[in-house]
Protein backbone atom coordinates (compact mmCIF):
# COMPACT_ATOMS: atom_id res chain seq x y z
CA UNK A 1 0.00 0.00 0.00
CA UNK A 2 1.50 3.28 -1.10
CA UNK A 3 -0.04 6.59 -0.93
CA UNK A 4 -1.63 7.75 -4.36
CA UNK A 5 -0.26 10.54 -6.28
CA UNK A 6 -1.31 13.53 -5.24
CA UNK A 7 -3.60 15.62 -5.90
CA UNK A 8 -2.25 18.42 -7.70
CA UNK A 9 -3.29 22.66 -7.98
CA UNK A 10 -1.67 25.52 -8.68
CA UNK A 11 -3.51 29.03 -8.29
CA UNK A 12 -2.92 32.67 -7.28
CA UNK A 13 -4.65 32.66 -4.14
CA UNK A 14 -5.43 29.35 -1.93
CA UNK A 15 -8.66 30.35 -1.68
CA UNK A 16 -8.56 28.66 -5.35
CA UNK A 17 -7.22 25.37 -4.82
CA UNK A 18 -6.99 24.14 -0.80
CA UNK A 19 -9.40 21.59 0.20
CA UNK A 20 -9.48 19.57 3.39
CA UNK A 21 -11.08 16.07 2.29
CA UNK A 22 -10.76 13.15 5.03
CA UNK A 23 -11.16 11.19 1.80
CA UNK A 24 -7.88 11.99 0.00
CA UNK A 25 -4.87 10.37 1.07
CA UNK A 26 -2.40 13.77 -0.03
CA UNK A 27 -3.29 16.59 -1.71
CA UNK A 28 -0.85 19.25 -3.35
CA UNK A 29 -1.44 23.47 -3.17
CA UNK A 30 0.84 25.73 -4.74
CA UNK A 31 0.40 29.46 -4.33
CA UNK A 32 2.08 33.18 -4.27
CA UNK A 33 5.09 33.65 -2.06
CA UNK A 34 5.85 31.39 -3.86
CA UNK A 35 4.21 28.97 -1.82
CA UNK A 36 3.37 24.89 -1.65
CA UNK A 37 0.97 23.40 0.90
CA UNK A 38 0.73 19.13 1.37
CA UNK A 39 -2.29 18.09 2.99
CA UNK A 40 -2.59 14.67 4.60
CA UNK A 41 -5.92 13.26 5.73
CA UNK A 42 -4.94 11.45 9.12
CA UNK A 43 -8.39 10.00 8.76
CA UNK A 44 -7.23 8.17 5.85
CA UNK A 45 -4.31 6.66 7.66
CA UNK A 46 -6.39 5.77 10.64
CA UNK A 47 -8.37 3.88 8.69
CA UNK A 48 -5.20 1.58 6.94
CA UNK A 49 -4.32 -1.83 8.83
CA UNK A 50 -1.06 -1.96 10.07
CA UNK A 51 0.73 -3.42 7.57
CA UNK A 52 -0.44 -0.57 4.82
CA UNK A 53 0.51 1.74 7.52
CA UNK A 54 3.89 -0.27 7.58
CA UNK A 55 4.31 -0.25 3.57
CA UNK A 56 3.94 3.24 3.58
CA UNK A 57 6.50 4.20 6.06
CA UNK A 58 8.87 2.04 3.98
CA UNK A 59 8.36 3.91 0.78
CA UNK A 60 8.44 7.39 2.55
CA UNK A 61 10.51 7.50 5.67
CA UNK A 62 14.11 6.59 6.70
CA UNK A 63 15.20 3.35 8.67
CA UNK A 64 15.88 5.97 11.37
CA UNK A 65 12.27 7.33 11.08
CA UNK A 66 10.71 3.93 10.95
CA UNK A 67 12.65 3.61 14.47
CA UNK A 68 11.28 6.71 16.33
CA UNK A 69 7.71 5.87 15.19
CA UNK A 70 7.70 2.31 16.55
CA UNK A 71 8.94 4.51 20.26
CA UNK A 72 5.65 6.44 19.92
CA UNK A 73 3.17 3.62 22.24
CA UNK A 74 -0.03 5.49 21.41
CA UNK A 75 -2.09 5.13 18.49
CA UNK A 76 -2.94 8.57 17.94
CA UNK A 77 0.47 10.07 18.54
CA UNK A 78 2.26 8.04 16.09
CA UNK A 79 -0.62 8.82 13.39
CA UNK A 80 -0.33 12.48 13.85
CA UNK A 81 3.65 12.19 13.55
CA UNK A 82 3.48 10.06 10.09
CA UNK A 83 1.03 12.55 8.50
CA UNK A 84 3.08 15.66 9.58
CA UNK A 85 6.51 13.74 8.31
CA UNK A 86 4.95 12.93 5.16
CA UNK A 87 3.36 16.06 4.98
CA UNK A 88 6.56 17.92 5.44
CA UNK A 89 8.04 15.87 3.11
CA UNK A 90 5.66 15.84 0.10
CA UNK A 91 5.72 19.82 0.68
CA UNK A 92 9.59 19.96 -0.11
CA UNK A 93 9.20 17.63 -2.84
CA UNK A 94 6.33 19.01 -4.53
CA UNK A 95 8.20 22.53 -3.93
CA UNK A 96 11.23 21.49 -5.59
CA UNK A 97 10.08 20.12 -8.49
CA UNK A 98 7.73 23.18 -9.09
CA UNK A 99 10.71 25.76 -8.53
CA UNK A 100 13.96 24.33 -8.92
CA UNK A 101 12.71 21.10 -11.55
CA UNK A 102 14.30 18.99 -8.81
CA UNK A 103 13.29 15.44 -8.27
CA UNK A 104 13.59 14.14 -4.67
CA UNK A 105 12.11 11.38 -3.45
CA UNK A 106 10.18 11.86 -0.23
CA UNK A 107 12.52 9.56 1.94
CA UNK A 108 15.38 11.48 1.27
CA UNK A 109 14.06 14.24 3.31
CA UNK A 110 15.59 14.51 6.50
CA UNK A 111 13.17 16.28 8.99
CA UNK A 112 14.40 17.70 12.17
CA UNK A 113 13.44 20.06 14.22
CA UNK A 114 15.51 22.93 16.44
CA UNK A 115 16.90 21.22 19.67
CA UNK A 116 16.40 23.56 22.52
CA UNK A 117 15.46 27.07 23.52
CA UNK A 118 13.00 29.63 22.90
CA UNK A 119 12.26 28.14 19.14
CA UNK A 120 12.68 24.40 20.36
CA UNK A 121 10.50 22.25 18.06
CA UNK A 122 10.50 24.03 15.01
CA UNK A 123 10.68 21.71 12.10
CA UNK A 124 13.78 22.10 9.88
CA UNK A 125 14.91 19.74 6.69
CA UNK A 126 17.76 19.52 5.40
CA UNK A 127 17.29 21.50 2.12
CA UNK A 128 17.56 25.30 1.02
CA UNK A 129 13.68 26.20 2.22
CA UNK A 130 11.63 26.83 5.61
CA UNK A 131 8.86 24.46 6.26
CA UNK A 132 5.95 24.91 8.81
CA UNK A 133 3.45 22.11 10.43
CA UNK A 134 -0.09 22.01 12.03
CA UNK A 135 -2.20 19.59 12.33
CA UNK A 136 -5.70 18.93 14.20
CA UNK A 137 -8.27 16.15 14.00
CA UNK A 138 -8.42 14.75 10.38
CA UNK A 139 -5.32 16.37 9.19
CA UNK A 140 -1.37 17.38 9.25
CA UNK A 141 -1.10 20.60 6.84
CA UNK A 142 2.41 21.56 6.14
CA UNK A 143 4.14 24.17 4.04
CA UNK A 144 7.21 24.94 2.39
CA UNK A 145 8.77 28.42 0.80
CA UNK A 146 11.91 30.07 0.16
CA UNK A 147 11.35 32.30 3.69
CA UNK A 148 10.45 31.37 7.02
CA UNK A 149 6.67 30.01 7.36
CA UNK A 150 4.27 29.74 10.12
CA UNK A 151 0.97 27.59 9.62
CA UNK A 152 -2.10 26.93 12.15
CA UNK A 153 -5.21 24.46 11.50
CA UNK A 154 -7.44 24.22 13.57
CA UNK A 155 -10.69 22.34 14.05
CA UNK A 156 -13.59 25.12 13.96
CA UNK A 157 -15.69 24.60 16.91
CA UNK A 158 -16.73 26.38 20.02
CA UNK A 159 -14.23 27.43 22.02
CA UNK A 160 -13.63 27.34 25.91
CA UNK A 161 -15.10 30.40 27.39
CA UNK A 162 -11.54 31.55 28.67
CA UNK A 163 -10.01 31.31 25.45
CA UNK A 164 -13.15 33.16 24.08
CA UNK A 165 -12.34 36.01 26.38
CA UNK A 166 -9.37 36.31 25.27
CA UNK A 167 -10.17 36.68 21.92
CA UNK A 168 -12.78 39.11 22.46
CA UNK A 169 -12.18 41.38 24.93
CA UNK A 170 -10.44 45.07 24.52
CA UNK A 171 -8.22 46.14 22.94
CA UNK A 172 -8.00 42.97 20.99
CA UNK A 173 -11.18 43.45 19.54
CA UNK A 174 -14.60 43.60 20.16
CA UNK A 175 -17.02 40.44 19.48
CA UNK A 176 -19.79 41.80 17.44
CA UNK A 177 -19.24 40.03 13.71
CA UNK A 178 -21.51 43.72 12.34
CA UNK A 179 -18.47 45.74 13.10
CA UNK A 180 -16.84 43.87 9.95
CA UNK A 181 -13.03 43.00 9.65
CA UNK A 182 -11.56 41.44 12.51
CA UNK A 183 -15.52 41.40 14.31
CA UNK A 184 -16.62 39.53 11.84
CA UNK A 185 -13.91 36.57 12.20
CA UNK A 186 -15.32 33.15 13.80
CA UNK A 187 -12.83 32.61 17.00
CA UNK A 188 -10.76 29.59 15.89
CA UNK A 189 -9.85 31.42 13.24
CA UNK A 190 -9.14 34.47 15.20
CA UNK A 191 -6.63 31.72 17.61
CA UNK A 192 -5.73 30.14 14.02
CA UNK A 193 -3.81 33.60 13.52
CA UNK A 194 -2.35 34.23 16.70
CA UNK A 195 -0.78 30.75 16.64
CA UNK A 196 0.70 31.06 12.86
CA UNK A 197 1.63 33.93 13.93
CA UNK A 198 3.83 33.13 16.60
CA UNK A 199 5.31 29.69 15.02
CA UNK A 200 6.46 31.94 12.22
CA UNK A 201 8.95 32.86 14.50
CA UNK A 202 9.38 29.38 16.25
CA UNK A 203 7.84 30.56 19.34
CA UNK A 204 4.85 29.15 19.52
CA UNK A 205 2.76 29.53 23.07
CA UNK A 206 6.02 29.95 24.72
CA UNK A 207 5.17 33.33 23.89
CA UNK A 208 1.92 34.85 25.09
CA UNK A 209 -0.66 35.33 22.50
CA UNK A 210 -1.69 38.50 23.56
CA UNK A 211 1.17 39.54 21.83
CA UNK A 212 -0.32 39.15 18.71
CA UNK A 213 -2.83 41.98 18.37
CA UNK A 214 -5.02 41.50 14.97
CA UNK A 215 -5.76 44.94 13.73
CA UNK A 216 -7.74 43.84 10.33
CA UNK A 217 -8.72 41.04 8.26
CA UNK A 218 -10.24 41.50 4.31
CA UNK A 219 -12.84 39.34 2.09
CA UNK A 220 -9.72 37.68 0.49
CA UNK A 221 -8.23 36.03 3.83
CA UNK A 222 -5.45 38.91 4.27
CA UNK A 223 -5.66 39.98 7.65
CA UNK A 224 -3.00 41.91 9.72
CA UNK A 225 -1.73 41.90 13.03
CA UNK A 226 0.66 44.05 15.18
CA UNK A 227 3.38 42.97 17.43
CA UNK A 228 3.50 43.62 21.40
CA UNK A 229 6.76 44.39 23.20
CA UNK A 230 7.33 41.15 24.43
CA UNK A 231 7.41 39.54 21.01
CA UNK A 232 9.55 42.40 19.74
CA UNK A 233 12.28 41.94 22.40
CA UNK A 234 12.55 38.29 21.24
CA UNK A 235 11.82 39.05 17.40
CA UNK A 236 12.88 42.47 16.40
CA UNK A 237 12.01 41.50 13.15
CA UNK A 238 8.40 40.90 14.15
CA UNK A 239 6.53 43.82 12.00
CA UNK A 240 3.33 42.82 10.65
CA UNK A 241 3.08 45.37 7.97
CA UNK A 242 6.23 43.43 6.52
CA UNK A 243 4.62 39.62 6.69
CA UNK A 244 1.94 38.04 4.19
CA UNK A 245 -0.88 36.82 6.22
CA UNK A 246 -3.87 34.72 5.00
CA UNK A 247 -6.46 33.03 7.23
CA UNK A 248 -10.30 31.62 6.00
CA UNK A 249 -12.12 28.77 7.22
CA UNK A 250 -11.61 25.45 5.05
CA UNK A 251 -14.05 22.59 4.75
CA UNK A 252 -14.72 23.11 8.80
CA UNK A 253 -11.60 24.10 9.80
CA UNK A 254 -10.06 27.82 10.35
CA UNK A 255 -6.56 27.49 8.63
CA UNK A 256 -4.25 30.57 8.77
CA UNK A 257 -0.57 30.97 7.36
CA UNK A 258 2.39 34.24 7.27
CA UNK A 259 4.84 34.46 5.00
CA UNK A 260 7.73 36.94 3.43
Keep these: MTIPSPHRVAARSLDDSLALDPSRPLAISHARGPLTVAVVSIAWLRGRDDTDRATIGARHLSDDEREQAAQLRLEKRRLEWLAGRLA ?6 AYQQRHAGVSVRPRDITVGAVADGLR ?5 VDARVEVGLSHSVDFAVAVCGPRTVGIDVERSSQVPPPLAELLTRPPEIAADPRLGGVGAMPLPLRWACKEAVLKHFGFGLRVDSREVRLTQWWPDGRF ?37
Design 120 to 124: AGKPT
Design 88 to 93: IKHSVC
Design 224 to 260: AWRAGPELRRHAPAADGARFDSWAREVDGYALALVWQ
